[in-house]
């Protein structure tokens, strides 16, 4: 995954607290589990199945997959050795593996073909002429008809989305990173990138345009309610 330039160095900076902040956050969890019991119910009931959690971060979408299926296979991946080193430090069952790699390096990595994969918050950390390699080379590491969830924050297009997601990061998230980390960097990033990133209607189109279909489409509940959003998207069985 061809990241922002910095942004890679920026999460190993912040991983040791990171998930301290991720705490703080109302919901944060409750969806990632919400994303992860999407993929899970998708991918069906076959033994051990494989999936893919991509932009793992330091393990919080890992634990949301864990959660929702116990005998999954899970490969989470990560560009930031920072936050892997949080991830691996975790209590794990044996089927839960940590590689440092990127999104575009996966066909290197010898995987057999997923199940699922899961992306929450990786397609927005992108840079958007590389958005749709990216979603071509997880298509392409999907077995046919697996399935893919994508969780992301995108307001472009919605005046009051807009309004709430730069309140809540002027009042709240980067004054607490500010007290947390000592630097708020990343987290003015974060608010930063959220304004830039695909509108919901763009990332579904990019989906479609990668070859995936059945691409669907839901907000987020609570404060997040057009802020936070979930997408599902599947490799044609044929």
């Known amino acids: ?106 066909p290197g990595l010898g995987l057999p073909s997923a199940a699922g994969a899961l992306a929450a918050y990786l397609v927005r950390n992108i840079p958007e002429d590389g958005r749709d390699e990216v979603l071509r080379i997880i298509r392409d590491r999907l077995a046919p008809g697996g399935w893919l969830v994508v969780q992301e924050y995108s307001v472009a297009g919605r005046r009051s989305a807009v309004l709430a997601w730069t309140l809540v990061c ?11 980390h000592g630097s708020p960097r990343l987290y003015g990033y974060l608010w930063r990138s959220v304004l830039d990133f695909d509108s919901t209607a763009e990332l579904a189109d990019r989906l479609v345009g990668a070859g995936f279909t059945e691409v669907a489409h839901r907000d987020a509940t609570g404060w997040q309610r057009g802020i936070l959003h979930t997408w599902v998207a599947r490799r044609p069985a044929g």
């Open 1 to 106: 995954m061809r990241t922002t330039p910095g942004l890679d160095d920026a999460f190993d900076r912040a991983a040791g607290r990171y998930d301290l902040l991720t705490r703080l956050n109302p919901g944060y969890h409750r969806h990632l589990r919400a994303a992860a019991q999407a993929l899970v119910e998708r991918i069906g009931a076959g033994p051990a199945p494989l999936v893919l959690d991509l932009g793992c971060g330091s393990g919080a979408s890992t634990a949301a997959l864990v959660a929702a299926r116990d005998d999954l296979r899970v490969v989470a991946v990560d560009a930031s050795s920072g936050m892997l080193a949080r991830a691996r430090a975790k209590p794990w069952p044996a089927g839960v593996e940590f590689v440092h790699a990127t999104a575009e390096a996966l």
């Open 170 to 180: 002027r009042l709240v998230v980067v004054p607490l990173a500010r007290l947390v």
